[in-house]
């Protein structure tokens, strides 16, 4: 079974790079690909504001997700860390520890999500989809997201989607296009700082033959006892390659491989 691709935009605002959104809007369309996109309701994050803010945000996301061209999903409320927790996944994961929720009260998450998701509705945005900013949460964020409504959460370290606190994770794995033999790779794109050459390496993952699914379709995966087993590989894996260099690992490897034979 071969991989199949999900493509994320995180930090749509805006205020966001008005360029290259439709530089990769229009990539995605021309190989009809959905991406997912990570939507700030009301974004406070000064480094998110590259452009004057343009009155026609909404009207343009309401357009590109009624004509089935994208999936929205919410991400976060302001984009402003407040605390410098890195929640469930955190630096063991590479991620920074700082945070807009994990670490608060659950009234405090609930209330912030909440206002969130008014602000998307009020503009006829329905998702029941989170991205975390900085891919920082914790118990208390999962309970007030599952009190809200939402089903599906884009972030995790694994190869297959799975359930956690009653929201199935669609694990989001790759910042770039990466070759796996198998599994649900979501690659996310931070459209405003990508650099210019990785639309090339886009467009050539795009016109692979890689099978490429919508968010939903996948979050629809039921969970099994090999998937589960398979993201724990996979899991560690991740972790050993962030610890040491795939070299150092070859090295690590044919050192332990010396060492056996030796004592033969
Ligand atoms: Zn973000």
């Given at each position: 079974m071969a991989a199949k691709y999900i493509y994320r935009m995180d930090d749509i605002t805006p205020t966001m790079n008005w360029k290259r959104f439709w530089q990769y809007i229009n990539l995605f369309k021309k190989y009809n690909v959905k991406p997912l996109l990570g939507v700030v309701p009301d974004n406070r994050d000064p480094?998110?504001?590259?452009?004057e803010s343009s009155p026609d945000f909404w009207e343009i996301l309401r357009k590109l997700q009624l004509e089935g061209s994208v999936e929205i999903c919410q991400h976060?409320?302001?984009?402003?860390?407040?605390?410098?927790e890195g929640g469930i996944l955190g630096p063991k994961f590479g991620f920074k520890a700082q945070s807009e929720f994990a670490g608060l009260s659950y009234d405090e998450q609930y209330n912030k999500l909440k206002a969130g998701k008014d602000i998307l509705e009020g503009q006829g945005i329905y998702t029941d989809i989170w991205m975390a900013p900085s891919h920082s949460f914790d118990a208390n964020t999962l309970k007030a997201l599952s009190n809200l409504g939402f089903k599906a959460v884009?972030?995790?370290?694994?190869l297959y989607p799975y359930k956690h606190n009653n929201m199935v994770f669609v694990p989001q794995q790759f910042w770039e296009p990466q070759r796996v033999f198998a599994g649900v790779v979501t690659i996310c794109l931070h459209t405003d700082t990508v650099r210019e050459s990785l639309y090339e390496k886009i467009e050539a993952h795009l016109k692979s033959g890689a099978q490429f699914i919508s968010f939903s379709d996948a979050a629809k995966y039921s969970q099994t006892v090999l998937g589960l087993l398979i993201n724990k590989i996979f899991c560690c894996f991740f972790l050993l390659r962030l610890k040491f260099n795939e070299n150092e690992i070859i090295k690590k490897l044919k050192r332990a491989i010396k060492r056996i034979i030796g004592k033969q």
């Open positions: 480094k998110l504001m590259l452009e976060g409320f302001q984009h402003r860390y407040v605390t410098s884009t972030d995790g370290i694994a």
